[in-house]
Protein backbone atom coordinates (compact mmCIF):
# COMPACT_ATOMS: atom_id res chain seq x y z
CA UNK A 1 0.00 0.00 0.00
CA UNK A 2 1.31 3.47 -0.55
CA UNK A 3 2.26 6.18 1.86
CA UNK A 4 -0.85 8.35 0.59
CA UNK A 5 -3.29 5.81 0.70
CA UNK A 6 -2.08 5.08 4.02
CA UNK A 7 -2.20 8.39 5.58
CA UNK A 8 -5.95 8.77 3.94
CA UNK A 9 -7.02 5.49 5.41
CA UNK A 10 -5.64 6.56 9.13
CA UNK A 11 -7.20 10.10 8.14
CA UNK A 12 -10.38 8.20 7.51
CA UNK A 13 -10.32 5.69 10.42
CA UNK A 14 -9.66 8.61 13.25
CA UNK A 15 -12.73 10.80 11.75
CA UNK A 16 -14.88 7.77 12.23
CA UNK A 17 -13.69 7.45 15.49
CA UNK A 18 -14.72 10.88 16.31
CA UNK A 19 -11.25 12.17 16.91
CA UNK A 20 -10.91 14.69 14.18
CA UNK A 21 -12.81 17.77 14.68
CA UNK A 22 -14.90 20.41 12.98
CA UNK A 23 -16.27 20.34 9.07
CA UNK A 24 -14.99 20.25 6.04
CA UNK A 25 -15.94 23.22 3.85
CA UNK A 26 -18.13 21.04 1.59
CA UNK A 27 -19.81 20.36 4.50
CA UNK A 28 -20.34 24.05 4.80
CA UNK A 29 -21.23 24.83 2.08
CA UNK A 30 -23.88 22.17 1.50
CA UNK A 31 -25.43 24.01 5.13
CA UNK A 32 -25.52 27.20 3.33
CA UNK A 33 -26.56 25.90 0.07
CA UNK A 34 -29.78 24.33 1.94
CA UNK A 35 -30.29 27.53 4.71
CA UNK A 36 -30.14 29.38 1.06
CA UNK A 37 -33.00 27.06 -0.58
CA UNK A 38 -34.92 27.32 2.76
CA UNK A 39 -34.84 31.10 2.68
CA UNK A 40 -36.10 31.27 -1.18
CA UNK A 41 -39.25 28.98 -0.05
CA UNK A 42 -39.64 31.01 3.57
CA UNK A 43 -39.62 34.74 2.91
CA UNK A 44 -41.93 35.25 -0.16
CA UNK A 45 -44.26 32.82 2.01
CA UNK A 46 -44.03 35.14 5.12
CA UNK A 47 -44.12 38.36 2.93
CA UNK A 48 -47.91 37.04 1.43
CA UNK A 49 -48.96 36.53 4.92
CA UNK A 50 -47.48 39.64 6.21
CA UNK A 51 -49.57 41.22 3.42
CA UNK A 52 -52.88 39.01 4.34
CA UNK A 53 -52.29 40.40 7.71
CA UNK A 54 -51.88 44.08 6.81
CA UNK A 55 -55.44 43.75 4.84
CA UNK A 56 -57.36 42.32 7.71
CA UNK A 57 -55.60 44.88 9.91
CA UNK A 58 -57.11 47.49 7.52
CA UNK A 59 -60.68 46.18 7.30
CA UNK A 60 -61.03 45.70 11.24
CA UNK A 61 -60.03 49.20 12.03
CA UNK A 62 -62.52 50.50 10.02
CA UNK A 63 -65.50 47.70 11.21
CA UNK A 64 -63.86 49.09 15.07
CA UNK A 65 -64.66 52.82 14.31
CA UNK A 66 -67.84 52.41 12.28
CA UNK A 67 -70.22 52.08 15.39
CA UNK A 68 -69.18 55.15 17.07
CA UNK A 69 -69.44 57.23 13.92
CA UNK A 70 -73.22 55.70 13.65
CA UNK A 71 -73.37 56.07 17.31
CA UNK A 72 -72.00 59.86 16.98
CA UNK A 73 -75.02 60.55 14.69
CA UNK A 74 -77.77 59.19 16.42
CA UNK A 75 -77.02 61.36 19.30
CA UNK A 76 -76.32 64.23 16.82
CA UNK A 77 -79.91 66.03 16.88
CA UNK A 78 -80.66 69.19 17.26
CA UNK A 79 -81.26 70.46 20.70
CA UNK A 80 -80.16 67.18 21.69
CA UNK A 81 -79.05 66.19 25.38
CA UNK A 82 -76.54 64.37 24.37
CA UNK A 83 -75.42 66.46 21.68
CA UNK A 84 -71.53 65.25 21.47
CA UNK A 85 -70.19 68.34 19.90
CA UNK A 86 -72.01 71.08 21.82
CA UNK A 87 -73.95 72.12 18.61
CA UNK A 88 -77.40 72.30 19.57
CA UNK A 89 -77.68 73.55 15.49
CA UNK A 90 -76.42 70.87 13.76
CA UNK A 91 -77.43 66.88 12.78
CA UNK A 92 -76.28 63.73 11.72
CA UNK A 93 -72.20 63.69 10.86
CA UNK A 94 -72.07 67.41 11.02
CA UNK A 95 -69.46 68.13 13.45
CA UNK A 96 -67.74 64.64 13.35
CA UNK A 97 -64.03 64.47 14.18
CA UNK A 98 -61.72 61.42 15.45
CA UNK A 99 -61.21 63.74 18.60
CA UNK A 100 -64.80 63.85 19.76
CA UNK A 101 -65.11 59.73 18.94
CA UNK A 102 -62.18 59.34 21.05
CA UNK A 103 -63.05 61.46 24.28
CA UNK A 104 -66.94 60.80 24.11
CA UNK A 105 -67.01 57.22 22.24
CA UNK A 106 -64.06 55.03 22.22
CA UNK A 107 -61.17 55.71 24.17
CA UNK A 108 -59.03 53.14 22.63
CA UNK A 109 -59.51 55.21 18.74
CA UNK A 110 -56.18 56.47 17.65
CA UNK A 111 -56.91 59.74 15.41
CA UNK A 112 -53.66 60.05 13.96
CA UNK A 113 -54.76 56.18 12.53
CA UNK A 114 -57.75 57.35 10.26
CA UNK A 115 -58.27 59.86 8.03
CA UNK A 116 -61.83 61.46 5.97
CA UNK A 117 -61.64 62.53 2.71
CA UNK A 118 -61.82 66.00 2.26
CA UNK A 119 -64.53 65.75 -0.86
CA UNK A 120 -66.70 64.16 1.99
CA UNK A 121 -66.06 66.39 4.99
CA UNK A 122 -69.55 66.41 6.80
CA UNK A 123 -71.55 69.85 6.28
CA UNK A 124 -74.51 70.60 7.55
CA UNK A 125 -75.70 70.61 3.65
CA UNK A 126 -74.53 67.02 3.87
CA UNK A 127 -75.24 65.54 7.22
CA UNK A 128 -75.87 61.78 6.16
CA UNK A 129 -72.38 60.91 4.45
CA UNK A 130 -69.51 60.53 5.14
CA UNK A 131 -65.93 58.50 4.03
CA UNK A 132 -63.45 57.61 6.81
CA UNK A 133 -59.99 55.22 5.70
CA UNK A 134 -57.11 53.97 6.77
CA UNK A 135 -53.55 52.79 5.95
CA UNK A 136 -51.89 49.50 7.53
CA UNK A 137 -48.73 48.80 5.55
CA UNK A 138 -49.74 49.33 1.68
CA UNK A 139 -53.30 48.55 2.35
CA UNK A 140 -56.23 51.05 2.76
CA UNK A 141 -59.82 50.16 3.82
CA UNK A 142 -62.43 52.78 3.39
CA UNK A 143 -66.39 53.24 4.03
CA UNK A 144 -68.31 55.64 2.45
CA UNK A 145 -71.58 56.70 4.07
CA UNK A 146 -73.53 54.13 6.74
CA UNK A 147 -74.84 51.77 3.47
CA UNK A 148 -71.62 51.72 1.77
CA UNK A 149 -69.37 48.70 1.36
CA UNK A 150 -66.05 48.46 2.80
CA UNK A 151 -63.62 48.41 0.03
CA UNK A 152 -60.02 47.06 0.76
CA UNK A 153 -56.81 47.34 -1.79
CA UNK A 154 -53.36 48.73 -2.15
CA UNK A 155 -54.20 51.36 -4.70
CA UNK A 156 -56.23 54.24 -3.53
CA UNK A 157 -58.50 56.44 -6.03
CA UNK A 158 -59.70 59.95 -6.22
CA UNK A 159 -63.25 58.57 -6.57
CA UNK A 160 -63.00 55.48 -3.64
CA UNK A 161 -65.04 57.46 -1.54
CA UNK A 162 -67.17 59.90 -4.47
CA UNK A 163 -70.26 57.23 -5.27
CA UNK A 164 -72.25 57.74 -2.23
CA UNK A 165 -72.82 55.13 0.29
CA UNK A 166 -76.31 55.30 0.40
Request: neutral net charge; proline residues 7%.
Amino acid sequence: MSRHRQSRLHALRRRLRGEESGATLVELLLALVIMGILMTIAIPAYLTVKDHANRAAATANIRTVIPDILAYAADNVPKGLNDPDGDPTDSGYTGLTFDILQTKYDPSIKPANYFWDNSYTPTPSDATDYCVYTFVGRWYAAKNGPNGPITAGTTMTLNTCTASGT
